[in-house]
């Protein structure tokens, strides 16, 4: 007695599923998760960058740093001034003209901590505002450094002050 393969089933004879048209647009792939943040930093930096204060001040730091024996790098598009240390790098933020108040430099430090947070590698920076001239108020660099973990420095005649004597460039131990 012989016995047949049953033929193929209704599923197999009509084939595959046709392709059903989508029903919502195509929406793009993901981007980079600080993508947004980092064309806000850049624009920001590239009007900071418009002021021959700032330019000055940023320009004078590197001379500074360079003077105590260090390796500086200003060829970031957001980091005005960046600095590796034997403990890490340390990001300087420089303010441009005017930029002296505690407003200016909360602002300063946010932006400072936004530039931090894209940056890649260990979390091992040291974050520094740099101001063209002292704080408006005194106590607002204590203020910015307690809240924010941000150092503040400024030009003076004679060099730079900060919170912090004999390492006011932060570019060794603190």
Known sequence: MTTTAPGPTAAEQAGP?????????????????????????EASAAVDRTCKTHEAVRFELMAALLRADR??????RIVDVRCPT??????????????TSYADLR?????????SHTQPGPDDRRLCLVLAGPPAEEWSVTT????????????????????????????GPA
Request: glycine residues 12%; hydrophobic residues 40%.
């Open 107 to 115: 602002s300063g430090a946010v932006r400072l901590q936004e530039i």
């Open 86 to 99: 034997e403990e890490g790098h340390v990001l300087y933020e420089v303010l441009g003209a005017g930029l």
């Open 17 to 41: 599923p046709e392709p059903s048209a989508p029903t919502e647009p195509a929406t793009p792939g993901p981007t980079a998760p600080h993508e947004g943040l980092l064309r806000i930093l």
């Open 71 to 76: 390796q500086p790098t200003a060829d970031s």
């Open 144 to 171: 910015v450094h307690d809240l924010f973990g941000v150092h503040v420095l400024w030009r003076t005649e004679h060099g730079w002050a900060g919170r912090e004597d004999g390492t006011a460039l932060l570019a």
